[in-house]
């Protein structure tokens, strides 16, 4: 059974940062495809970016070159690093993990954290 735990969310202002961690608790996240998706009120959840089996990433248009995921293997965490951040990435940001490499596709992710709230203004 895979648990993920998200945290670091809040409130920042309009060009500032975050950094958002995903606590895996699975015996070795790299079997793992490991996502980022968010979920604006009255909106659908939406790709942020993933990280492959195979050790890819990808990132959504709307985040590229402003956010960052990566992993640590030593303590089964992922990370987004979010810079730049304007008022449309507030959102509900949530951690998914799936033994199949889904990427963008939602529906395919079998484990979901609870999420954190991002708030940018």
């Known amino acids: 059974h895979v648990q993920l735990v998200e945290s670091g969310g809040g409130s920042v202002q309009a060009g500032g940062s975050l950094r958002l961690s995903c606590a895996v608790s699975?015996?070795?996240?790299?079997?793992?495809?490991l996502g980022w998706f968010r979920q604006a009120s009255g909106k659908e959840r939406e790709w942020v970016g993933s990280?492959?089996?195979?050790?890819?990433?990808n990132y959504a248009d709307s985040v590229k070159g402003r956010f960052t995921i990566s992993k640590d293997n030593a303590n089964n965490a992922l990370y987004l690093q979010m810079n730049s951040l304007k008022p449309e990435d507030t959102a509900m940001y949530y951690c998914?993990?799936?033994?199949?490499?889904?990427?963008?596709?939602?529906?395919?992710?079998?484990?979901w954290g609870q999420g954190t709230q991002v708030t940018v203004s």
């Open positions: 998914a993990a799936d033994e199949l490499n889904h990427g963008l596709a939602w529906r395919g992710y079998t484990y």
């Open positions: 699975v015996s070795s996240a790299n079997d793992y495809c």
């Open positions: 990280l492959d089996s195979d050790g890819r990433i």
